[in-house]
């Protein structure tokens, strides 16, 4: 198996396969324009595939693509059909904004992608707008939400970036559609990535609080963890259907059973989210390096995994990248 220095197990890996999306969520990407990378910079699908059967011949069991918005690049589906087949790959699965969910549903289902996490951040059509900066938005997402539920993509999960006075008055709101539609919904505490630099630590709603707010009007019941390194704490409704997750890197950091690595989606191997050096993998898939030399790069790579992410240190750097162009 893949381990870093500190011992953690590395098991998980997070594959960018474009920087491009349609919204431009305000924990994320800049209002301003800015350049993509240029194509000929991304990763191919055939080197992806690559880099995934090295990684997961040194013991990656669970890759799950991101974006930006993956859907946007064509050839996602027949991408997660091939990664279906490597060997010894036991879990695939995807992260969208949702709003091409719609028309691609059935196409994944059908791919072999029995999980889809959507990112929807406010109940309110007005405010999503504010949010995500898109028009008409709002009714899309909803209707792949569904879509993704007719289709059989189980369990879908819903992630929900709780900013404090923007949409922290929803949570009850978020907890009632677990619940109505038998869903995981999942609260995830404002990180510093975002790119116009507006985080501070009061704006963060903490586990603790989101707790507080759903059980005084849902009981809740804490359930156990499937392994050490899952991110989210879990709870079920004790008198109904649908599950709610806290994901809470601020306030309980899990950084010490971490068990992720990233590639990015111009080839650049990031062992945490708020690393601040990258490592390129393209330049050696693209320069005549071999399987066995790419596994060896990746494995000193991966020994020097950070130690933590240091969001609660004084001395705290925000990375350069943002997370559209890191990868969710």
């Given at each position: 198996m893949l381990h870093d220095k500190l011992g953690r197990e590395i098991h998980d890996l997070r594959i960018s396969v474009t920087d491009r999306c349609n919204f431009s969520c305000v924990y994320c990407k800049s209002a301003d324009p800015k350049n993509y990378v240029p194509h000929r910079d991304l990763l191919t699908w055939e080197e992806f595939l690559r880099l995934s059967r090295v990684l997961v011949g040194l013991g990656i069991r669970k890759i799950r693509v991101?974006?930006?918005?993956?859907?946007?690049?064509?050839?996602?589906?027949?991408?997660?059909?091939?990664?279906?087949?490597?060997?010894?790959?036991?879990?695939?699965?995807?992260?969208?904004?949702?709003?091409?969910?719609?028309?691609?549903?059935?196409?994944?289902?059908?791919?072999?992608?029995?999980?889809?996490?959507?990112?929807?951040?406010?109940?309110?059509?007005?405010?999503?707008t504010k949010i995500t900066r898109t028009l008409r938005s709002y009714e899309k997402v909803m209707a792949g939400i569904d879509a993704a539920l007719d289709a059989g993509l189980r369990p879908v999960k819903v992630n929900i970036v709780l900013v404090r006075g923007f949409n922290d008055d929803e949570i009850v709101d978020f907890a009632r559609l677990a619940r109505r539609r038998d869903i995981v919904v999942r609260f995830i505490e404002f990180m510093p990535l975002d790119a116009d630099h507006a985080w501070k630590r009061e704006l963060v709603v903490t586990a603790k609080e989101i707790v507080h707010a759903i059980q005084p009007v849902f009981s809740l019941e804490e359930i156990a963890r499937?392994?050490?390194?899952?991110?989210?704490?879990?709870?079920?409704?004790?008198?109904?259907?649908?599950?709610?997750?806290?994901?809470?890197?601020?306030?309980?950091?899990?950084?010490g059973q971490c068990s992720r690595i990233r590639i990015t989606a111009d080839g650049k191997l990031r062992t945490c989210l708020f690393s601040l050096n990258e490592h390129d993998v393209r330049h050696l898939v693209r320069n005549g390096a071999t399987d066995h030399h790419i596994a060896r790069f990746m494995e000193n790579v991966v020994h020097q995994k950070e130690p933590s992410h240091r969001i609660n240190e004084p001395d705290f750097v925000q990375p350069s990248r943002t997370m559209v162009y890191i990868g969710g």
């Open positions: 991101t974006g930006g918005e993956p859907l946007l690049r064509e050839g996602v589906v027949d991408f997660i059909t091939r990664l279906r087949d490597i060997k010894g790959l036991e879990d695939v699965a995807l992260t969208t904004n949702g709003y091409l969910l719609p028309e691609m549903a059935r196409d994944l289902a059908a791919a072999g992608s029995p999980r889809v996490t959507v990112s929807l951040d406010s109940t309110n059509p007005e405010k999503f499937h392994s050490p390194s899952e991110t989210a704490l879990r709870y079920r409704f004790t008198d109904g259907q649908g599950e709610i997750g806290i994901i809470a890197p601020v306030s309980i950091p899990f950084c």
